[in-house]
């Protein structure tokens, strides 16, 4: 079983800047493929970055140039930058590892942009 742990959420104006660690458990974390969803107050969960063993990455839309997904094996983690933040942001951040024994999420971390 692969445990997650989401940090780094919070409260920031719009414009402002956060970013999210995801940690994992286990040994196996390199050859997890990665992603960050969020899920809005009566939305359903959605991709928002993701980025494969080997590194590569893809964004939704709606945050392309302003989002940065990367990866840390060493540490175990990975990283969601989010810059240019808007209020349409705001939703809980999930970590997401896909593994061979399926997938595992994090509890969530809120996000809000408000001012």
């Known amino acids: 079983q692969v445990q997650l742990v989401e940090s780094g959420g919070g409260l920031v104006q719009p414009g402002g800047s956060l970013r999210l660690s995801c940690a994992a458990s286990?040994?196996?974390?390199?050859?997890?493929?990665m992603g960050w969803y969020r899920q809005g107050r009566g939305e359903q969960r959605v991709l928002v970055a993701s980025?494969?063993?080997?590194?590569?990455?893809n964004y939704a839309d709606s945050v392309k140039g302003r989002f940065t997904i990367s990866r840390d094996n060493a540490k175990n983690t990975v990283y969601l930058q989010m810059n240019s933040l808007k209020p349409e942001d705001t939703a809980v951040y999930y970590c997401?590892?896909?593994?061979?024994?399926?997938?595992?999420w994090g509890q969530g971390t809120q996000v809000t942009v408000s001012s």
């Open positions: 980025i494969s063993s080997g590194g590569s990455t």
């Open positions: 286990g040994s196996m974390f390199r050859f997890y493929d």
């Open positions: 997401n590892a896909k593994t061979f024994l399926g997938d595992y």
